[in-house]
């Protein structure tokens, strides 16, 4: 009698559980969809996000993911409604699902390569002439170097989306005044900047550093987001930002792709993001041309850099 009642305790038990486990997935689910949706209808009113980060352009011909290594075009576009504009900036994010090793190569918008279809061009009007797959393109033919995939953020979404991922702003330092061309004054000094303020400072270029200064300071704040992003309180938040990155970004990153990059990225942060600025120092000289002021690069040292920087060998070596 006595191991019937335990029976029939542990079936209860079994049975409790199982029911347990099934409304635990069942809110998860409801939550994860919801926060989503939060994401989307929270960009609903910004009518113009949609032009701003739609391109004319073919289908993007990426190449298909090897060995866990993925890498994706990222292009900052300057454009306004109804234009295409240009790559304002352009970087290749890595990430490796084996190693969960980081990397991010920033290329120089004024680089003078030879565009398929255009001829010798700065890089950054590939994609004003094609879009995300011109310049996957345009890569490929230079550097011989595979995509993956593109994600394109207009200046319209950028400061919303550090904004949910920061909400108390990012820390930087600020070596001097900052105000020609960005429409605010920043001031010197350690301070704390929300999404329109680091927009402004990561746009700013005139001063003697031009565009070099400018990429270092996207390449610093690329890595202050990422350690934002990585934070507990993200890792809720994680469904509600793949449902504004769907509102702000132009990506041909399929959602489940994107939520399980995220959420890998955040169980499994690494311990620091790994950069390379293309032309690398040295590589180059300044020429004024047709298209006008542009970086003429020793087009093969720079192409075995960039491919050495995203090696499997150069991961060992760091490890």
């Known amino acids: 009698m006595r191991a019937k ?3 029939s305790r542990l079936k209860k038990a079994m049975i ?11 809110f998860l ?13 929270s960009n609903a009113d910004d009518q ?22 993925i ?30 090793q980081i990397k991010l190569a920033s290329l120089m918008r004024d680089t003078y390569v030879d565009i398929p279809g255009y001829g010798m061009q700065k890089l950054n009007s590939a994609y004003s002439f094609g879009g995300p797959e011109l310049v996957r393109k345009t890569i490929k033919h230079n550097f011989d170097l595979d995509i993956n995939y593109y994600a394109v953020v207009n200046f319209t979404g950028f400061p919303k989306l550090v904004d949910l991922l920061a909400p108390d702003g990012i820390e930087v330092d600020i070596e001097k005044e900052m105000s020609t061309g960005i429409g605010m004054t920043l001031h010197p000094g350690k301070q704390l900047l929300d999404g329109d303020e680091l927009l402004g400072y ?28 990585v934070t507990a309180h993200n890792i809720v938040q994680l469904p509600k930002i793949v449902g504004t990155v769907a509102s702000y970004v132009d990506t041909n990153i399929d959602k489940r792709i994107l939520f399980t990059m995220g959420k890998d990225i955040i169980t499994n942060k690494a311990e620091e993001m790994d950069k390379i600025r293309i032309p690398i120092p040295d590589s180059f000289t300044d020429q004024n041309v047709d298209v006008g002021a542009v970086l003429s690069i020793d087009l093969e040292e720079n192409k075995q850099a960039l491919n050495e920087f995203f090696s499997e060998e150069s991961i060992a070596l760091k490890e």
Not at 16 to 26: D, E, P, Y
Not at 73 to 93: C, F, N, P, V
Not at 210 to 227: H, I, P, Y
């Open 5 to 7: 009642t335990k029976k």
């Open 16 to 26: 409790g559980l199982c029911l347990f486990t099934s409304f635990l997935v069942l």
């Open 29 to 41: 689910i409801m939550y994860s969809v919801n926060e989503y949706q939060k994401g989307l209808a």
């Open 202 to 229: 990561v746009r700013f270029r005139k001063d003697q550093y031009n565009d070099f200064g400018r990429v270092e300071r996207q390449q610093e704040v690329l890595a202050k987001v990422l350690d934002e992003a």
């Open 48 to 69: 113009e996000i949609g032009d701003l980060v739609e391109t004319k352009q073919e289908p993007f011909q990426g190449e298909e993911v090897k060995f866990g290594e």
């Open 71 to 100: 890498k994706i075009l990222l292009i900052g576009s300057d454009a306004r409604k109804g234009e295409q504009g240009r790559s304002d900036a352009l970087m290749i994010g890595y990430y490796n699902q084996n190693t969960h």
